[in-house]
């Protein structure tokens, strides 16, 4: 290993096989006419009745108005519809139309080919199981540090 790499701080590292792994994915997504937040949110809906803009906006780890956009396009395109809740006429619910289902189908065959592209298939079950914990660890400590 190069000098210069074993120097790499550990966000850095994970933020570049973050990056490279989700460059890889919208690759794929996009070949579909989609981004991956975009894929992402549609199979949400497919195994869901409804969603609300702000469960959407959590989903994405985004502020409403980014997800507003992610809603908007995918409208735009035919994919989901935006009614009013009957129940309190305040509340936005976002479901997917049968458009938006067969994309997200055949997008999902494409997705789940990506196996060999796994970043963690170089992990033995050990090591897949003590990565997931430290990064449950992590994630907590900044939930609590975010408080």
């Not at 210069?4 to 570049?16: D, E, N, Q, T, Y």
């Not at 985004?62 to 509340?91: C, F, H, S």
Request: glycine share 2%; with cysteine; proline share 3%.
């Amino acid at each position: 290993m190069h000098q210069a790499s074993k120097k790499l701080p550990v966000m850095s590292r994970l933020g570049i096989v973050f990056l490279t792994w989700r460059r890889y994915l919208e690759k794929t997504t996009k070949s579909h006419s989609l981004t991956l937040n975009q894929y992402y949110i549609l199979r949400q809906l497919k195994q869901k009745e409804y969603l609300n803009p702000s469960e959407i906006a959590e989903m994405l780890f985004a502020d409403r108005p980014t997800a507003t956009v992610v809603i908007d396009n995918l409208q735009k395109y035919g994919y989901v519809m935006k009614e009013r809740d009957a129940k309190d006429g305040k509340r936005i619910r976002v479901s997917i139309t049968e458009a938006g289902v067969s994309q997200v189908d055949q997008a999902a065959t494409d997705m789940e080919n990506l196996t060999t592209f796994d970043p963690i298939t170089c992990l033995s079950e050990e090591e897949k199981q003590t990565l997931e914990e430290l990064l449950v660890k992590m994630q907590n400590h900044m939930k609590n540090l975010n408080r």
